[in-house]
T-cell receptor, first 113, second 115 residues
Framework: GAVVSQHPSRVICKSGTSVKIECRSL??????MFWYRQFPKKSLMLMAT?????????EQGVEKDKFLINHASLTLSTLTVTSAHPEDSSFYIC?????????FGPGTRLTVL | GNSVTQMEGPVTLSEEAFLTINCTYT??????LFWYVQYPGEGLQLLLK?????DKGSNKGFEATYRKETTSFHLEKGSVQVSDSAVYFC??????????????FGQGTELSVKP
């Protein structure tokens, strides 16, 4: 199957700082990538759809100024959590699709102190 | 709107027991259906999928049949192993076609298999 990577796998930061998470499609090009957030023992919540060369589409209730998404190339999308606070601590997962099936990255565990 | 409902977990089974995890959906049109598995601390891995009514997806001994008449996609395995312990997510993809559209997930079902 297709391979999607994320970096970093784990990050700890201080409150008020910004954190960037990268999502890459390694063996295919993706005009669209998706960003999800997962709380412990909970399902995945779609945050936004990242569109190559245009603005991301955010789900209702997700602050676009807080969670900045950039999809500058066909293999890379980035999620920046700006001015992070402890409530932003979570597991962030991206996905991309070369066909009708989405493939997921391994996730990034963000802890904000 | 579209939605997916899974049976609540956790499900605890003994090794070699039969597994069923129920999944029902609500959707307009003809969605594609998926089962994903998540091992602790990892992302989601595709387990199997079905794209139209009566299709059966299968992989690693797991199988699920797309039942349009009951709007269901129940996951089954005849004999579970300890290594199957994970969280299982049922999902539907909105819209048809070959593009990777938005996924709607069920709440996930945690499976624990004891030796």
């Amino acid at each position: 199957g297709a391979v999607v990577s994320q970096h970093p796998s784990r990050v700890i930061c201080k409150s008020g700082t910004s954190v960037k998470i990268e999502c890459r499609s390694l063996d295919f090009q993706a005009t669209t990538m998706f960003w999800y957030r997962q709380f412990p023992k909970k399902s995945l919540m779609l945050m936004a759809t990242s569109n190559e060369g245009s603005k991301a589409t955010y789900e209702q209730g997700v602050e676009k100024d807080k969670f900045l998404i950039n999809h500058a190339s066909l293999t890379l999308s980035t999620l920046t959590v700006t001015s992070a606070h402890p409530e932003d601590s979570s597991f962030y997962i991206c996905s991309a699709s070369p066909t009708d099936t989405q493939y997921f990255g391994p996730g990034t565990r963000l802890t904000v102190l | 709107g579209n939605s997916v409902t899974q049976m609540e977990g956790p499900v605890t089974l003994s090794e070699e027991a039969f597994l069923t995890i129920n999944c029902t959906y609500t959707a307009t049109g003809y969605p594609s259906l998926f089962w994903y598995v998540q091992y602790p601390g990892e992302g989601l891995q595709l387990l199997l999928k079905a794209t139209k009514a009566d299709d059966k997806g299968s992989n690693k001994g797991f199988e699920a049949t797309y039942r349009k008449e009951t709007t269901s996609f129940h996951l089954e395995k005849g004999s579970v192993q300890v290594s199957d312990s994970a969280v299982y997510f049922c999902a539907l993809k909105e819209g048809g076609g070959n593009q990777g559209g938005k996924l709607i997930f069920g709440q996930g079902t945690e499976l624990s298999v004891k030796p």
